[in-house]
């Protein structure tokens, strides 16, 4: 019965992530639902002693690299060299390759710190065009997008600020370039695949002699076209090489700087951080192997902001009210609905029905590794966001998985991989809120688009097993 009450609770919240409901409000109450059905007298500790205090734990931890991430996201956008740093790559790639052009617009924005639902908007315009026309179904771009946004420079691509490859660095010790060789490999081959599959895909429409319209009104055709005239004002060859090159440096900037302060972040602070000794004894002693890691990110983020204002000044300051408050509600809602799923993970693994679970994955898959990655896939699944699932997990069993990873001997830097990249597997089902808001975006259906994202999916999901296996076969890291 106990299973079955937390079963009960996670389809709840599944079912209404699904429907288009907030998780702020109803992963509390699919939480003190499932605590009610157990003991209703546990209701009020439960609610003030696990899930806020949990909520906040998350809020107080991460908050300031989400809040940095969407600044500097919304600050590329209103400064321009977004739509320059598109334009460069449709002259480089060629506009007929659009599939290949828009997986790597996706993926140069992400890999920068971009926030995912940035990048969706920011890439669309000129993705579109692009596929109308090279004349590929519009059905296919949901699918594109999502391989450059939410896959290998998510969580795969050693060195991505994105929070998915953050969050372990706390938990592990480790920083965001953790077991490299593993993450190429990963990267490898979920973008070669999905490459493959995608164009296979296109040239299967194409013998059918289906073409970018084909399921599309006249009004979304309409609405479209003047959507990418619009975007398409300015020309790539508007624009000067130096501005081209000029365009990227606040993406490399952010990168080199993260492993800089990586590497000196511990430097500066060899002997740690005590507060008693500057006479604060009330607050804790820190510990920098858990915080270094987010700590470069903020920085780096910070430093990106600052060159992306400063390479273009006008068209920020000019949109700088509007744009800063849209990146910071944005951040704001990102942040709120993980930190909530943090909280919902924390009730459920509080209760009588999880032990259970968690044995009977533990006595199915006795690999560390396997067991995390199953585990993370899971929650991740379930709650339809890769960095809830795997704050779930790690908040569980984090400690768990460190003990045991040191007891086999397996490199820390190797269990941070396979979780982060296991986070980003079965994520995207129908119900994950970043799915949901690219279709919306892009203006189709789950049952125009769905299907190619899902098998990207099962992609992203092999990918975190073919690490373990290369691991196991290897060694590498």
């Known amino acids: 019965m106990d299973v079955v009450i937390i079963l009960f609770s996670l389809g709840l919240l599944m079912f209404m992530a699904y429907r288009g409901y907030s998780v702020i409000l109803f992963?509390?109450?699919?939480?003190?639902?499932?605590?009610?059905?157990?003991?209703?007298?546990?209701?009020?500790?439960?609610?003030?002693?696990?899930?806020?205090?949990?909520?906040?734990?998350?809020?107080?931890?991460?908050?300031?690299?989400?809040?940095?991430?969407?600044?500097?996201?919304?600050?590329?956008?209103?400064?321009?060299?977004?739509?320059?740093?598109?334009?460069?790559?449709?002259?480089?790639?060629?506009?007929?390759?659009?599939?290949?052009?828009t997986?790597?617009?996706?993926?140069?924005?992400?890999?920068?710190?971009v926030s995912l639902f940035v990048v969706v908007f920011a890439v669309y315009p000129f993705a579109n065009n692009m596929f109308r026309e090279a004349n590929i179904p519009k059905r296919l771009l949901?699918?594109?997008?999502?391989?450059?946004?939410?896959?290998?420079?998510?969580?795969?691509?050693?060195?991505?600020?994105?929070?998915?490859?953050?969050?372990p660095t706390t938990f592990f010790k480790t920083d965001i370039y953790a077991a490299p060789i593993l993450g190429f490999i990963g990267t490898a081959f979920v973008l070669f695949t999905?490459?493959?599959?995608?164009?296979?895909?296109?040239?299967?429409?194409?013998?059918?002699?289906?073409?970018?319209?084909?399921?599309?009104?006249?009004?979304?055709?309409?609405?479209?076209?003047?959507?990418?005239?619009?975007?398409?004002?300015?020309?790539?060859?508007?624009?000067?090489?130096?501005?081209?090159i000029l365009a990227f440096v606040p993406l490399v900037l952010v990168g080199v700087s993260n492993k800089f302060f990586t590497e000196m972040i511990p430097k500066w602070y060899s002997g740690g951080f005590d507060f008693s000794k500057i006479g604060l004894p009330t607050y804790n002693e820190v510990d920098l192997s858990k915080v270094t890691g987010i700590w470069s990110v903020e920085i780096a983020l910070a430093l990106g902001i600052i060159a992306t204002i400063a390479l273009n000044w006008t068209p920020v300051v000019q949109n700088m009210k509007k744009g800063l408050t849209e990146g910071i509600s944005g951040s704001l809602l990102a942040?709120?609905?993980?930190?909530?799923?943090?909280?919902?993970?924390?009730?459920i693994a509080a209760l009588p029905g999880f032990l259970v679970i968690r044995d009977g994955i533990s006595q199915a898959f006795t690999n560390?590794?396997?067991?995390?990655?199953?585990?993370?896939?899971?929650?991740?699944?379930?709650?339809?966001?890769?960095?809830?699932?795997?704050?779930?997990?790690?908040?569980?069993?984090?400690?768990?998985?460190?003990q045991v990873a040191q007891a086999a001997n397996i490199d820390l830097e190797v269990m941070h991989r396979v979780i982060s990249m296991a986070s980003g597997g079965m994520d995207t089902l129908p119900h994950n809120g970043a799915i949901i808001t690219l279709l919306a975006v892009t203006g189709m259906t789950h049952k125009q688009s769905y299907g190619d994202i899902f098998v990207i999916t099962i992609v992203k999901t092999l990918a975190a097993f073919l690490i373990i296996a290369v691991y196991m076969l290897t060694g590498l890291v």
Do not use: C, H
């Open 142 to 167: 949901p699918a594109a997008i999502a391989l450059g946004a939410v896959t290998f420079t998510m969580d795969a691509l050693p060195g991505t600020p994105q929070i998915q490859n953050v969050i």
């Open 335 to 347: 942040v709120m609905n993980t930190a909530s799923e943090y909280g919902f993970g924390a009730v």
């Open 194 to 244: 999905t490459l493959f599959y995608l164009e296979w895909r296109r040239k299967q429409a194409a013998k059918r002699g289906e073409g970018y319209s084909g399921s599309l009104t006249e009004e979304q055709l309409a609405a479209s076209s003047e959507l990418a005239k619009e975007e398409s004002k300015v020309s790539v060859e508007s624009v000067t090489t130096a501005k081209k």
């Open 27 to 101: 992963a509390p109450i699919a939480a003190l639902l499932a605590v009610a059905l157990t003991n209703p007298t546990y209701v009020l500790p439960f609610f003030s002693e696990v899930f806020m205090v949990k909520m906040v734990d998350f809020i107080k931890q991460y908050f300031p690299v989400f809040l940095l991430g969407a600044v500097f996201g919304k600050v590329v956008e209103m400064s321009g060299l977004a739509r320059i740093i598109a334009q460069t790559i449709i002259s480089l790639v060629g506009a007929k390759r659009a599939i290949l052009a």
């Open 103 to 113: 997986v790597l617009l996706g993926a140069i924005l992400t890999y920068s710190g």
């Open 368 to 402: 560390p590794l396997v067991n995390s990655a199953v585990t993370t896939n899971v929650l991740a699944g379930v709650t339809g966001s890769a960095s809830g699932g795997m704050s779930i997990v790690l908040g569980v069993m984090g400690e768990k998985y460190y």
